[in-house]
Structure formats: structure tokens, C-alpha cells
């Protein structure tokens, strides 16, 4: 089965430096990636075009993220039955709060799984996207195991080098 892959779209480039935090977890599992910049505000045409495109050249998940008058996540998942993630990007004065509502208020029967705001929501888009895909790769998850097992030991390093600080006080 040919590998499948992901599209991360984002509403403006100003985002991508939080944006690459979710392209990072998924180049460090080898998953293809398309990266984009497409508005459903500024660019609605080539938004839709894009989207429709991807959707019947195998994209397996769309990873949507935006920052302020959020409606990427939205728009995108109303053009496709395919899971779509929503990453509220903090840009603006309200610091992602507004992104936040507007990508998880989603009307009923055309979700969006809205992660937390910023880099960290970002990163968890990365994983949760293979983790969708992982449900027909055995591969990929026996990869993402090992990672959690590696992340579990590195927290109990951490833990370890803080006790030997801690008692030595
Ligand atoms: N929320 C949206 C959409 C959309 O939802 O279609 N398009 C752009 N934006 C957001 O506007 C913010 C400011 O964009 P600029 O930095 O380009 O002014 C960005 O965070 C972008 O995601």
C-alpha cells in the first residue's frame, strides 16, 4: 500500500514558525507532507481547489491552522469527509483565544479536532495525524511506541539528574 499523506495548510506565512512544529513530528516519522499557505478568507478559490485536489490525490489528513478569525479549519473540513485537525494559531491581541473558538465551535456533523493553541497544539497535530494513519500501518505504530518509550525514558532521566541536584543541597 502506498505510503499516504498529509497536508498542512496554513492561513498565512506568518504562522509557519509554530506551523513547523507539526511538519517536524511527521518528517521525523518519514510521512510525505504537503505544506501550504491557503486562506478560506484571502484565497477561497484556490483553498477549495486545493483541498478537492488533495483529498482525491490520497491525502489522508488535513492538519488546518490559523490564527485570529479562524475559519481555515472549518472551511476545509466542509469540503472533505477526511479527518481534518485544527490548530489555533495565537496571532493577534487575544493570543490564539479567538482562533481557539472559532476552529472548535464547530456546527454539528462537520467536525474539526481542535488541539491546544500555538507550538504545542501544533506538535500534538503532528502525532495525532499519525496516529490516524497508524491505524492501518503496523509499522508506523509499533515507531510511534518506541517513541513514547523513548520520551517516558528521558522524563525519568530528568527526574533522576533532579533528585541527584535535590540532594545535593
Ligand atoms: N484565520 C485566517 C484565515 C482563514 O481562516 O481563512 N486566513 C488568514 N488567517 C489568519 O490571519 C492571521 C494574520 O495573518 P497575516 O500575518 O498575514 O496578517 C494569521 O494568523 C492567519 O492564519
Redesign the pocket.
Known amino acids: 500500500m502506498a505510503k499516504p499523506f498529509v497536508a498542512i495548510l496554513?492561513?498565512?506565512d506568518?504562522?509557519f514558525p509554530k506551523v513547523e512544529a507539526a511538519l517536524n513530528v511527521l518528517e521525523k516519522f518519514d510521512i510525505p507532507v504537503e505544506v501550504r499557505v491557503h486562506?478560506?478568507?484571502?484565497t477561497p478559490d484556490a483553498t477549495h481547489h486545493y483541498v478537492k485536489d488533495a483529498d482525491q490525490r490520497g491525502c489522508a489528513v488535513f492538519i488546518a491552522?490559523?490564527?485570529?478569525?479562524?475559519?481555515?479549519a472549518g472551511?476545509v473540513a466542509s469540503l472533505t469527509i477526511k479527518p481534518v485537525i485544527g490548530v489555533p494559531?495565537d496571532?493577534?491581541p487575544l493570543d490564539g483565544m479567538d482562533?481557539l473558538l472559532s476552529t472548535s465551535q464547530m456546527p454539528g456533523g462537520i467536525p474539526v479536532a481542535t488541539v491546544a493553541i500555538g507550538k504545542a497544539g501544533a506538535k500534538n497535530a503532528g502525532y495525532l495525524a499519525l496516529q490516524i494513519i497508524a491505524l492501518q500501518y503496523a509499522e508506523l505504530q509499533k515507531a510511534l511506541l518506541e517513541d513514547r518509550k523513548n520520551n517516558a525514558a528521558e522524563v525519568l532521566e530528568k527526574n533522576q539528574a533532579l533528585q541527584e541536584k535535590l540532594q545535593a543541597r
Do not use: F, N
Not at 39 to 42: K, L
Not at 65 to 72: I, N, T, V
Open positions: 496554513m492561513g498565512s506568518s504562522d486562506s478560506a478568507h484571502r491552522c490559523a490564527g485570529m478569525a479562524a475559519h481555515l472551511v494559531i496571532a493577534g482562533a
